[in-house]
Structures are given as structure tokens and as C-alpha cells.
């Protein structure tokens, strides 16, 4: 088979965190009653007109400017035409020829061999504004649907990449920096659950060395960032074989389906809509002014990849360590908040990144929501910098914390977990354990040096773990060799 | 005669006002309606009338309308009250909400009395595309009253009501006030709230008046007019008091006779009449010169691209699933195209269909884009001629009152009906049109005057002068 290398572009609509809609005052809540943010204007109702929301395109020019955009100093609305029940006025209010956000770009890191990170720039060709549609509802009406309109005219800010990612790897990684840079612009909740992030993807193969473009394909129905993975898994290779095999590939929209791991065609171009855009006469075009963009760049904070950037440098981390770390902004938060505590940032990133995130994983919450708060790890990390407990001790102590809000140092005090320094005590657990087990003390002697850490292990089984492990490992030693 | 002597529905608003004052609206409420209810089955100006209870009791008398009867086309939105454009797909319509200048009448104290007659939609210059029957125009019941606010027009014209709202997309004021012989005022685009007005061409649509004198005019648009935050494309300008305008006094105003406006096709009677009233202004003080608007021939055809295309997405909502006409089919597809099949009448279906052609891929920039930019030709035109002159007169229609079906089977020649209309709009700037004469059949004849943008103030001035100067107004057809 030949070698073919696949151009993958994304869309993604993101609802903006706003208090009320993008052309009417209804609330953005989630989860309300069934057209209970409604009014004439979302509802479409003959007479009614929109009014543009402020802060959403506030939040539209932040997203812009912290994603390199060109801000357009003219901004416009256009109507999509397209009938669907979904759609109360039959048009979208969008924005087709002079979109909020131009030509822009993001930097990705993909994971390279043995833990390295290699930059990537992605082009973003635009990100532009436009309303939200309802809801159709099937379950359970026999005769026909309903029609929820709580979401229309919800903001969305749809951002298109340039089809510069080139593995379903790379579009995985583009996906996860957009979403915490939108996080950290705090102008989402990025929640897939809820469709406040959705993905489109386009994609299409050709032989690697070939420049022109191979037929694209889109993809809806995705869910997740990793269904975004894997149908594009799927299509490169449905792809690359009827490439193989000689076959025209047709330009379509495709479903995925997660269940049957598979995309299936949903329409041709042929059957494309004809969106028949023009500009909407009911918004007139306006100037977004020079000192506004600027009042609005003032309030993007440090984004992930800066954040990245000084946290290895201020802290010591690892690229990796510190690429982890700062995706999250929430994570990050935590940790700065710890280390704030004067406690070790490596140790604190290391407890971090094992211990604390599989507890906050498997209680599935957020991190800003962990019952051990930034002090309350900094505490327990204290306790193993100043020999008080092992750091085996701590793995036991802070699920303990997780589960009861305790402090590290009350349940260490309550379960009388504290280290054992007594070099005394230590010295008369060592020479049980060299008694009892003299073969392998002869494994030691002839030069073995995996028997030490065994009989060190015994030492701590014996204290219960309580033992401090460099002093247990130095005493073993001087007593092998004195004897 | 005086006002005492007088039947009440022949009063001017103005007029009544004051009676009103004294007396409360009852009175004038009930010769109005009764007046109303006589003649609608004759004329059909009223598509919904109802006896017309004032609002609010005594209160209202301290308000500045006091209760007096004011009618409403029937696509502009009341709360609670059907409304349905004279098309049969919204029949039963009940809008949740009032326009905004509905709203605005109501707390300055007018009686909203009745829903006028229309083309459907706003869709011609005849009213006889309503799917509620045609409206007859009352100086010769077998004429049309014009359109597409015939309705407004005929009721005005027939003292049916003493003024009425209308809306204006290419001279759907102007051109049935003019057949009619009532006053037609279509303010700048932005002036009136478009909020609750259904909309045909959204970046035409003005809300305007229908009213028996200029004087009428003002006192409903200081009633209607100003910005309102619910409509983005409404202006916020400060709003004169329109009554404190109308000085009688034209002396040294330059007004600018297009040339373009007196052309073929123009009925002799009609330019006889415009000729005349060049004079009378000319007489008072006017001077008189010629301008020129060299995209005035273009103005019907970007027109008929641009209005429809934005009418074509405008009536996209009219679709079976929310509101008004659902004819009920084995699928969604089938719903959509039921519905709207029997929904709408010949004309709707006509600019829907001329309007999503001009919008569709590879059609987009030869018709749409290139309509737009002959648009700003014709708006750089008036601003030109505005460099010289004051205002700008002519003609309002071609002609007077055509017959009933004399125009239904040719689109053409009816579009051609707004040929001096229609530039206004697509250059937003004011206009009026005030009664000049009579044919010698007795049909009235109408002159319009435009004004720069938000220039109201002088429109009424000297639409004012003339009008007070002509007494044409005080000639009513006989019915």
C-alpha cells in the first residue's frame, strides 16, 4: 500500500458563557423547562428584531486576539437561509463575508517519542459569531416531534482551523489546547455534555509527496474529543483503501457512529444546502473602535503555553511535567496555590500528577472541587520534606484526607503514623531482618545490590512503614559490613 | 362648517383632540364606528373592526391623543389581537407582544380602532393581492384605493377612522394616499420603530401615517417616532415637536424638480396637476429648479432585486411550525411545501421566488451585490441634488386610481405604479404625499415632496403651506 498522508481541517462551535442570548435578553441557562427562555425574538416571531449582545462580542474578540486573529474592524452579520424546525426564523444569524476574528493561529504540542513535545503552528482561517438553533425532541411522541427553543439564539463562536493538522493525533492535541485557552479566557464552560463545545471535522488523504489536495470529506456527530480521533482513525483509512483501490472519493458529509465505530454518508454536495447568505438588514454593520479591542486585550490573562513556559522556568518542571499541569487551568491554579506554601514544586507536581488526580478522577470531580485544597496538600507534602512521615506513609495519608477532610498532620498524629528516626529501634528491626533472612544477606555480600533494597523492604514491613527508608537503607549497610 | 356642526367622523384628529378634551371620545368613537361598520361591507378598508372602547377611562383624557380612534395596518403586531398581513397563512395569528408603536400609542391615549386591509404582506400597489378580498377605493368603488396600505388610505379617505399607521417599502404610504387624496407621510428609515412591524423588505420599511391633513401627520409622529433599543437600525436622533413645524411659509426654500420624474408614462392629468402645484409653491415664495437623479430609471428594477430578496428570507418563518397555517402532510417536507402553497397568494409566491433567485449560489453577484451598488448610486443622486436644493417634488404615482384587475395579471405595470416612490426608500430619506388636484373624473391626484435624511421637520413645513394654501383636502368623496 502506498504511503498517504492525511489533511484534516476542524470547526468548532463554542457557546460563549454569557448571561443571556446573542440577540435577545433570555437567559443561557441549561437544563431549564422546555421553552421557558423564550421570547418573541428568539421565538422568531413575525415583527420581532434582534439587538446584538455586548458581551458576547466581547467575548468574541477576546477568544480572536488570544488566538492571533486579525480583529475585523468592520463587523457584519449575514443570514444562512435553510428551513428546519430547529431554526424559528428559517435563517441563521451568522456571519458569512466579514467575520469578527480573520486570520490567526495557535501553537499545539505533539507528543513526540520518549515524553518530548514538538511544536506545531495551526493556522485559524476565521472565528466568527452567530446564533445557536433549538432542539428537536422525538423520545417518546408518537405522532411527530417537538421543538425545544431554549437554545436558540444562544452565542456560539465558531472557530475554523486551516487544514493544517496532519494526524488524528494532532487534531486530538488542537482540540485539548483550543478548549484550555477557551478555559482560560473563562468565556465557555467548554462542557461537551451539555454541547457548550461541539467538533466538525474535515479531512482528506493523498499520497504523501503530492501537493494538491485530496477530495474532503466532513464528519458531524461527534461527541468527544476522542470520537473526533478516532472516526478520523476511520475515514483516513476508508480513505487511503479506496484510494488503493482506484476509487473516486465523493465530496459529503458523513455521520459517525460511536457505537458501530464507523461514519456513514448523510448527504452528498449534490444535496448540499444553498445557504443563499446575505447581509442581515436588521443589524447594521458597525465598527468595533480601536480602544475597545484594546480594553479587551487587557483582560486576557496568561495563557496556557506562557504559563507553561514560566512554571518550567520559576519551578524546575519538566516540559512535559509542565505541559500537563497548565492545561488545566484549574490544575495549575492548584498548583501555584501549593507551591505558594513554600513546599518542593517538583514534589508537589509529582503528588499532583499521580496521587491526587486519581483520587479527583475517580470521585469525578474537579479539581476545584477535591476536598484536599492547595494547603491541605502542601501540608502533606511538608510532612514528608521534614522526615515526619515516608512518602509510602503519605500515599496511605492523603486518601484518608480525600475522604474525611482531615489534615495530613491529624490523621498522621491520630493513626500515629509518624516516621520512625529512632536509629535504635531501626537498628533492632535491621539485625531481625539480616538474621532472618541470611541467604539473601549472602546474595548482598557477593555482590548483589537489588538484595539491599529487599532487605530494606523488610525493615519498613517490620516498622509498618513507619520506618524512614534512608535511614533503614543506611543502617542495613553498616551493619552487613561490620559484620 | 365647524367642527360642532360637522358629523364627528369627519373630523381631523387634531380636532378631535380637542373635543375630546372636553367632551371625552365616546361620542367621536361612536360616529366613527358607526361610519365604519356602514361602509366596510362597500369598501373593505377594515379587515377587523371592533366598537372601539376607549383605553383606560378618564385617564386617557390626560393624555395627548385622549382616546380619539386611530387605525393600524394589519402587520403591524398587537398584543392579544389577531393580526395577520391579509394572508391567509397567518390567519388566527394572535402576536404575544405590541409593536413599539403600538405601545407608543396606547400610553399617549389612542384608541386603537380596527385592523386596515392590505396587500398581502405588503405585496402591491393595488390591495387586491389580501386574501381577504380587495379594497375599494371610496372616490369610485370600482378603483382600487392603491397599496399596498389601501386599506388605511380608504378608510381615511372615507372617514371610516380620522388616521391611521401604515408602512412603507417602496411607496406603500405615499402612492394609496395619493389615490386616495389623504395625506401620506413615510419618515426617514430609522425614525419609527420597525419592532412588531411584520417585515416585507427590512431595509425599506418605514412605519408611517395615513391622515387627513399634514397637521394630522405631525401630531402622530410626535406619537411615533424616535429610537428604540429594541430595533438596532432605529436612530438615535433627537425628535423636534412635529406641530411646532408647521408654519405656513416656503419663502426662499429651493426645491428640486427632478427631470427624471417627468417622463413617459406620466398620465397628462397627473403632470398637469404636478405642473400647477410647481407654480402655487413658485407663487408663495418657492424657488423652483431643476435637478437631476440619473438612476431614477434604475430604481424599480434594484428594487424589485433587493426587497425581495430580503422579503424571500423574511417570510422563510412562515413555515407550519410555530405559528399561524399548518396543512398537515405525511412529512416535514411535505408540511413545509403544503403550507406554504396554500398559504400564500400568487404575489407572495411570485417575490419568494424572485427573491430566493437573486440570492442563490452564482446568481448572487449579478443581481443582489450589483442592486446594492446601484443602490448607493441612487442615494449618492439625492445627496447630490440635496447639495442645491431644499426639497424635491413630483409626482407620487403615474397615474391616478386604476381600475380593479386592470394591473393584476401584469406585474410589470403594477411595479411600475411605485416608479416615483420607490427611490426614496431605496435612499431612506423622507417623503409625503399631499392631495394636488383631481383628474376630470374626480379622482385625486397626489404630489409628493422629499427631504434630506431626518429633515421631517421642513417635509411638514411646506407640505403644510401647500396643502393649507390648495384646500384640496376639503373635498370628500361621496359615498
Redo the contacts between chains.
Keep these: 500500500m502506498m504511503d498517504y498522508e492525511p489533511v484534516i481541517g476542524l470547526e468548532v462551535h463554542v457557546q460563549l458563557a454569557t448571561k443571556s442570548k446573542l440577540f435577545c435578553g433570555c437567559s443561557t441557562e441549561f437544563g431549564s423547562e422546555p421553552n421557558r427562555n423564550t421570547c418573541p425574538v428568539c421565538f422568531g416571531w413575525p415583527g420581532s428584531l434582534p439587538v446584538l449582545n455586548e458581551q458576547a462580542l466581547r467575548f468574541a474578540v477576546k477568544v480572536g486576539l488570544a488566538l492571533n486573529c486579525r480583529v475585523s474592524d468592520r463587523i457584519q452579520f449575514d443570514r444562512k437561509n435553510y428551513f428546519y424546525p430547529d431554526l424559528p426564523k428559517a435563517y441563521q444569524i451568522s456571519q458569512f463575508e466579514m467575520p469578527i476574528n480573520g486570520k490567526g493561529w495557535v501553537f499545539i504540542d505533539i507528543p513526540g517519542a520518549n515524553g518530548s513535545v514538538e511544536p506545531q503552528k495551526v493556522g485559524i482561517t476565521r472565528a466568527h459569531l452567530e446564533e445557536d438553533a433549538g432542539k428537536l425532541l422525538h423520545e417518546g411522541i408518537k405522532d411527530g416531534s417537538l421543538v425545544d427553543y431554549n437554545r436558540a439564539g444562544i452565542p456560539l463562536l465558531e472557530i475554523v482551523s486551516e487544514p493544517d493538522l496532519r494526524s488524528p493525533e494532532a487534531a486530538y492535541e488542537y482540540l485539548v489546547t483550543l478548549k484550555s485557552i477557551l478555559e482560560y479566557l473563562e468565556v465557555s464552560d467548554c462542557n461537551m455534555e451539555e454541547g457548550s463545545l461541539r467538533c466538525d471535522a474535515n479531512v482528506s488523504v493523498r499520497p504523501r509527496g503530492e501537493t494538491k489536495l485530496g477530495t474532503k470529506v466532513e464528519i458531524k456527530n461527534l461527541n468527544s474529543f476522542k470520537a473526533v480521533q478516532k472516526a478520523l482513525q476511520y475515514e483516513i483509512e476508508r480513505q487511503s483503501d479506496m484510494l488503493e483501490n482506484r476509487e473516486r472519493i465523493v465530496q459529503e458529509t458523513r455521520l459517525w457512529s460511536e457505537g458501530k465505530g464507523q461514519t456513514f454518508s448523510m448527504r452528498s454536495k449534490e444535496e448540499a444546502h444553498d445557504y443563499r447568505y446575505f447581509p442581515e438588514p436588521d443589524l447594521v454593520p458597525f465598527t468595533v473602535s480601536a480602544p475597545l479591542i484594546e480594553e479587551i486585550r487587557k483582560t486576557i490573562p496568561e495563557l496556557p503555553e506562557a504559563r507553561a513556559r514560566r512554571v518550567m522556568r520559576d519551578f524546575g518542571l519538566s516540559e512535559y511535567d509542565a505541559h500537563v499541569l497548565v492545561q488545566d487551568k484549574k490544575l495549575a491554579d492548584y498548583f501555584e496555590a501549593c507551591v505558594r506554601e513554600k513546599v518542593n514544586p517538583k514534589l508537589v507536581s509529582n503528588w499532583i500528577q499521580s496521587e491526587l488526580l486519581a483520587l479527583v478522577h475517580q470521585a469525578r470531580i474537579g479539581v476545584e472541587e477535591c476536598p484536599v485544597q492547595p494547603a491541605g496538600l502542601a501540608g502533606l507534602i511538608r510532612l514528608i520534606e521534614n522526615n515526619t512521615i515516608s512518602g509510602k506513609i503519605a500515599k496511605d495519608v492523603l486518601p484518608e484526607m480525600f475522604a474525611t477532610g482531615k489534615s495530613a498532620e491529624a490523621i498522621v498524629n491520630e493513626k500515629r503514623l509518624v516516621q520512625m528516626t529512632d536509629t535504635k529501634l531501626i537498628e533492632e528491626v535491621a539485625r531481625r531482618v539480616i538474621e532472618a533472612n541470611a541467604k539473601v544477606v549472602q546474595e548482598f555480600r557477593s555482590g548483589k545490590q537489588q538484595a539491599l533494597g529487599f532487605l530494606v523492604g523488610q525493615v519498613m514491613k517490620e516498622t509498618k512503614g513507619k520506618a524512614n527508608p534512608k535511614l533503614a537503607n543506611e543502617i542495613l549497610v553498616k551493619l552487613l559490613k561490620a559484620s | 362648517m365647524s367642527e360642532t356642526t360637522r358629523p364627528f367622523y369627519q373630523l381631523t384628529l387634531k380636532e378631535a383632540i380637542r373635543i375630546a378634551q372636553s367632551k371625552g371620545p365616546d361620542e367621536i368613537l361612536k360616529a366613527v364606528w358607526e361610519r365604519a361598520q356602514a361602509l366596510n361591507p362597500r369598501v373593505n378598508a377594515f379587515l377587523r373592526l371592533d366598537s372601539g372602547k376607549p383605553a383606560g377611562g378618564t385617564a386617557v383624557l390626560q393624555k395627548p391623543l385622549c382616546g380619539v380612534p386611530v387605525s393600524i395596518k394589519d402587520?403591524?403586531?398587537i398584543q392579544g389581537v389577531e393580526?395577520t398581513?391579509a394572508s391567509r397563512i397567518?390567519k388566527g395569528?394572535v402576536?404575544?407582544?405590541d409593536?413599539t408603536v403600538v405601545e407608543k400609542l396606547k400610553a399617549n391615549g389612542a384608541t386603537l380602532f380596527g385592523q386596515c386591509n392590505m396587500d398581502e404582506f405588503a405585496f402591491g400597489s393595488s390591495s387586491e393581492t389580501s386574501a381577504y378580498g380587495v379594497v375599494r377605493n371610496p372616490w369610485d368603488l370600482e378603483r382600487v384605493p392603491g397599496g399596498s396600505s389601501g386599506g388605511s388610505a380608504a378608510a381615511v379617505a372615507a372617514d371610516m377612522t380620522l388616521a391611521a399607521l401604515g408602512s412603507d417599502t417602496g411607496g406603500s404610504i405615499r402612492q394609496p394616499a395619493s389615490l386616495c387624496g389623504v395625506v401620506g407621510f413615510k419618515p426617514t428609515y430609522g425614525r419609527v420603530s420597525?419592532?412588531?412591524?411584520?417585515?416585507f423588505?427590512?431595509?425599506f420599511d418605514q412605519i408611517g401615517t395615513l391622515t387627513k391633513t399634514v397637521e394630522d401627520s405631525a401630531i402622530l409622529l410626535n406619537v411615533i417616532s424616535g429610537h428604540d433599543?429594541?430595533?438596532?437600525?432605529s436612530a438615535n436622533q433627537p425628535v423636534p415637536d412635529y406641530t411646532q413645524a408647521l408654519k405656513r411659509d416656503v419663502q426662499g426654500l429651493r426645491i428640486g424638480c427632478p427631470k427624471e420624474f417627468f417622463v413617459e408614462g406620466l398620465d397628462p392629468e397627473v403632470a398637469q396637476s404636478v405642473e400647477e402645484a410647481t407654480r402655487t409653491l413658485k407663487k408663495l415664495g418657492a424657488q423652483i429648479k431643476e435637478v437631476t437623479l440619473p438612476h431614477t430609471p434604475y430604481s424599480v428594477a434594484v428594487y424589485y432585486i433587493v426587497a425581495v430578496?430580503?422579503a424571500?428570507?423574511n417570510l422563510?418563518?412562515?413555515?407550519g411550525?410555530?405559528?399561524g397555517l399548518r396543512v398537515p402532510a405525511k412529512d416535514?417536507r411535505d408540511m413545509?411545501f403544503e403550507t406554504r402553497d396554500e398559504g400564500f397568494g400568487q404575489e407572495a409566491k411570485r417575490r419568494i421566488l424572485l427573491g430566493?433567485f437573486v440570492?442563490?449560489?452564482g446568481y448572487?453577484d449579478a443581481y443582489?451585490r450589483k442592486g446594492q451598488k446601484v443602490r448607493t448610486l441612487v442615494r449618492d443622486d439625492f445627496e447630490k441634488a440635496f447639495r442645491e436644493v431644499d426639497l424635491i417634488m413630483g409626482p407620487t404615482s403615474p397615474t391616478a386610481a386604476f381600475k380593479l384587475g386592470e394591473k393584476a395579471e401584469d406585474p410589470l405595470a403594477m411595479y411600475l405604479s411605485d416608479i416615483f416612490t420607490i427611490p426614496a426608500n431605496l435612499a431612506g430619506i423622507p417623503a409625503v404625499s399631499v392631495p394636488c388636484g383631481f383628474t376630470r373624473a374626480g379622482l385625486p391626484i397626489g404630489l409628493q415632496l422629499m427631504a434630506r435624511p431626518f429633515d421631517e421637520a421642513l417635509l411638514l413645513r411646506a407640505a403644510h403651506t401647500f396643502e393649507q394654501e390648495t384646500e384640496f383636502f376639503k373635498k370628500m368623496p361621496v359615498l
Design positions: 402587520n403591524i403586531c393580526t398581513c397567518l395569528h402576536p404575544p407582544y409593536a420597525r419592532y412588531g412591524l411584520i417585515a423588505g427590512s431595509s433599543p429594541r430595533d438596532s437600525t430578496a430580503e424571500s428570507s422563510g418563518r412562515f413555515d411550525v410555530e405559528y416535514l413545509y430566493t440570492l442563490s449560489a448572487y443582489y
